[in-house]
């Protein structure tokens, strides 16, 4: 009797089948099938959107991944996830793994290194686990902060819509469109001044420089005169003044006698008092002084 019949190999192949799917599955689901990785165990309160192929990474490189995750019965409901690790990777003391996901919502598990170099964790140990707060856990925290300012923004809301509404704002905006009109125009006027200064600068240093030149050349004449010879001629003048009035305050010459001497001044307001009193004399009795004979005059 053959062994090998037909029903048998058909029995082997379906084993056969049968194998290779569970390991075709694990290999999908990147779990180790030939390699024994070192297991240690997390510890979490929550382990949302983790399961078995869950990848795990350190400093952002994939050392292994979640076998499958046990809930604790105990009371304090812990769930602890087995994760199968590289051989080569070693965990210092202190150190925890954080669930967090992308912006796609895939989850992982990241170990936080602790910083003992020397202390490692045995294998089979447990660390403690915690979850990062994600994208839509930030903005679940963040809701009722929103909550708290939403009448505020309805308010804001509806004190914009009354502005918008107010005819001031739109004659305002009128305002504002004549006023641009205005600056253009000026910045017209400005560019035609700007222009016309470039026209007449030229002209203006021209006539700047022959003023210099007038100066340079008045400077010039300035220098060329003798102050020294200026100076000695009016200090000489003021000699000669200074002496002149040293004579009339002295009793020297007649000016002098005549300002310091009253006896003089005296005599001359005589003499011309008897002048005068001739004068009137002979205005009066003309014929006392002057005779006039045809045939020779006679002795009064």
Avoid: C, W
């Avoid at 297991?39 to 979490?44: A, G, I, T």
């Avoid at 856990?137 to 505020?152: D, R």
């Avoid at 001044?193 to 340079?216: F, I, R, Y």
């Amino acid at each position: 009797m053959k062994f090998f019949t037909k029903e048998v190999k058909i029995a082997l192949v379906a084993i056969l089948g049968i194998v290779v799917l569970f390991y075709g599955l694990q290999f999908l689901k990147g779990l180790s099938i030939f390699a024994n990785d070192d297991n240690y165990y997390v510890k979490f309160t929550d382990v949302s959107g983790v399961s078995a192929s869950t990848p795990v990474y350190a400093n952002g490189y994939k050392v292994g991944v979640v076998e499958h995750v046990v809930y604790d019965y105990s009371p304090k409901g812990n769930l602890v996830a087995v994760v199968g690790l590289d051989k080569q990777m070693r965990l210092p003391r202190g150190s925890r793994a954080e669930i967090s996901s992308d912006l796609l919502g895939n989850i992982k598990i990241n170990l936080i290194l602790g910083d003992d170099p020397i202390n490692m964790v045995a294998r089979g140990d447990t660390i403690p686990g915690s979850s990062e707060m994600g994208m839509m856990a930030k903005i679940g925290a963040m809701m009722p902060a929103i909550e708290v300012m939403l009448p505020k923004l309805d308010s804001i809301l509806n004190s914009l819509n009354k502005l918008l509404a107010d005819p001031a704002l739109s004659q305002t905006l009128h305002h504002v469109e004549g006023m641009t009109d205005n600056l253009n125009a000026t910045s017209k006027e400005l560019r035609t001044l700007s222009a016309s200064l470039n026209h007449e600068v030229p002209g203006m240093l021209q006539k700047t420089n022959g003023v210099l030149d007038n100066t340079q050349q008045l400077t010039g004449n300035l220098a060329a005169i003798d102050v020294a010879g200026m100076t000695a001629s009016i200090n000489q003048t003021l000699a000669n003044v200074n002496e002149m009035t040293r004579k009339l305050n002295s009793n020297e010459g007649t000016l002098g006698l005549l300002m310091r001497d009253p006896t003089l001044y005296q005599n001359l307001t005589a003499t011309m008092a008897d002048a005068d009193s001739l004068l009137i004399d002979l205005k009066e009795h003309p014929k006392r002084y002057v005779h006039f004979s045809i045939f020779g005059s006679k002795t009064k």
